[in-house]
C-alpha cells in the first residue's frame, strides 16, 4: 500500500490517512516538494497532512 514521502512521515492509505500524487502543474509542485523536503520520484505521494 502507499505511503508519505516526506521525511519522518510514517502516514500510510491503511491507516486511513489520504495520498496525493504530485500535480503536473510546476509552481503547485515546487509548492509540494518544498513541504516534503525531497526531490520525488515519480510514483510519489504526499499524505493530506502536509498538503496546504
Known amino acids: 500500500m502507499p505511503s508519505c514521502c516526506a521525511k519522518k512521515c510514517k502516514n500510510r492509505s ?4 489520504r495520498l496525493f500524487r504530485f500535480p503536473k502543474d510546476i ?3 515546487n ?3 518544498k513541504q ?5 520520484k515519480e510514483n510519489a505521494r504526499l499524505c493530506e497532512v502536509f498538503i496546504i
Not at 491503511?14 to 490517512?17: K, S, V
Not at 516534503?36 to 520525488?40: A, E, F, K, N, T
Open 27 to 29: 509552481q503547485r509542485k
Open 14 to 17: 491503511e491507516q486511513g490517512f
Open 36 to 40: 516534503c523536503g525531497l526531490q520525488p
Open 31 to 33: 509548492i509540494w516538494t
